[in-house]
């Protein structure tokens, strides 16, 4: 039918602002690392978030891997993150010299699992070595159980960072996620919620750090009057073209996550008729908005049991649909292969993490998709599991 342009997972979606912050830039010629709208920007995210303060970087990446900085990871120590994310989590842990050590999901917002945690720290605690830091992500941009695991992390006396990459907008009982723990980063890479095209942020309300991240972030130049240094830097700086786009993106963000979540409704409406109509085929169910927790629903997933994700993202291919596959967990990467790994449920043959990328996709979730691209879109989608379910 009308699928001969393909509907995307997520795209930049610009608001129009970003070409007067753009324009201003050329014509006062910050075509650099630093200037108004890196400021902007920055002025900009913190007061949407409540963060104190804040540093702009290149990426998303960058700023973990400042952050890993700030909480002195080095050689030989190991920082806590979960399996169940993209792979940008977990490498700057290993640029450090350090080891990541991955902690299993829970099954209702599919973030770390503060009992698979308590376990790692317990373990960690007996062989004499904590980790230096504990990294949560709030996946597809649903909140983690951060009450639970700030608390574990508290009596343990373990600082954590938060990747609310995906994350921006979202809420944890009514707090910024990014804000709750002791350093935030957020991702303003092509995909996520809004774009600077690349780009990241780190904030926290200790100004110490964000202070010393943007001077690491700027070659660690030491104030002299020739080039002094004399920590090893990085050139990690957000250029002040890109913050004018993220200016102008800071001005639809709310827009934004109301549309993401209007695109989720959707999705839920669409595929209860499908679960009640054919009680007996694989069920969908969905990545939970766990109490006193608000999503940006960055991306609409859904798990479907009894059919393997691969075969789906075949059948929406066929008919121009781009879906995805959720992250494949990192404890069973080829390059983590020699990483720990905690799990949930010690007696379970697959962990949580496992069953999720076994069961779960990601669909078209861009806030450009028409009514009748997302009617087209859930169509597809029943067809395929009837079909599925009718030769079982
Ligand atoms: C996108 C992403 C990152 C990395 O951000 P970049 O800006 O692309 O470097 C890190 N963690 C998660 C969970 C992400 O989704």
């Known amino acids: 039918m009308q699928s001969m342009k393909r509907i995307p997972l997520a795209i930049p979606h610009m608001s129009g602002k970003e070409m007067a912050y753009i324009e201003q830039a050329f014509a006062e010629n910050w075509i650099a690392p630093v200037g108004p709208n890196v400021d902007l920007f920055e002025e900009k995210v913190r007061r949407y978030t409540g963060a104190e303060f804040a540093t702009a970087t290149s990426s998303g990446t960058a700023a973990i891997h400042l952050a890993l900085r700030m909480l002195e990871v080095g050689h030989g120590d190991t920082v806590f993150c979960p399996s169940f994310t993209f792979a940008a989590s977990a490498n700057p842990i290993h640029y450090q010299g350090a080891k990541a050590v991955f902690i299993d999901s829970e099954l209702e917002t599919w973030n770390m699992s503060p009992i698979a945690l308590e376990r790692a720290l317990l373990d960690a605690q007996q062989q004499g070595q904590l980790p230096k830091a504990i990294i949560v992500v709030h996946i597809y941009g649903q909140p983690a159980k951060m009450t639970e695991i700030m608390a574990l992390a508290k009596s343990y006396g373990v ?234």
């Open 159 to 392: 600082p954590v960072i938060e990747d609310a990459a995906e994350s921006l907008g979202s809420l944890h009982h009514g707090v910024q996620t990014g804000t709750i723990g002791d350093i935030g980063i957020y991702s303003f890479n092509g995909n996520k919620i809004i774009t600077t095209s690349g780009g990241g942020m780190l904030v926290s309300a200790k100004e110490e750090w964000t202070k010393e991240a943007k001077f690491l972030s700027e070659q660690a130049k030491e104030p002299a009057p020739y080039y002094q240094h004399e920590k090893i830097g990085y050139n990690y700086r957000l250029s002040n073209i890109a913050a004018g786009i993220g200016c102008g993106q800071m001005e639809v963000l709310q827009e934004r996550i109301d549309q993401k979540r209007l695109i989720f409704e959707r999705y839920l409406e669409g595929f209860a008729t499908y679960n009640e109509t054919f009680s007996n085929f694989p069920r969908i169910t969905y990545q939970q908005e766990s109490e006193g927790t608000f999503s940006n629903r960055w991306l609409s997933t859904i798990q479907v049991r009894g059919i393997h994700p691969l075969q789906l993202k075949e059948a929406l291919d066929a008919n121009g649909i781009e879906g995805r596959l959720l992250w494949k967990p990192l404890h069973l990467q080829p390059v983590f292969q020699k990483n720990r790994f905690f799990a949930e449920d010690v007696r379970a043959k697959i962990s949580n993490a496992q069953r999720l990328f076994e069961s779960g996709f990601c669909l078209p979730s861009a806030t450009q998709m028409t009514l009748s691209e997302q009617h087209y879109v859930i169509q597809t989608v029943a067809k395929f599991l009837i079909q599925a379910g009718e030769s079982v």
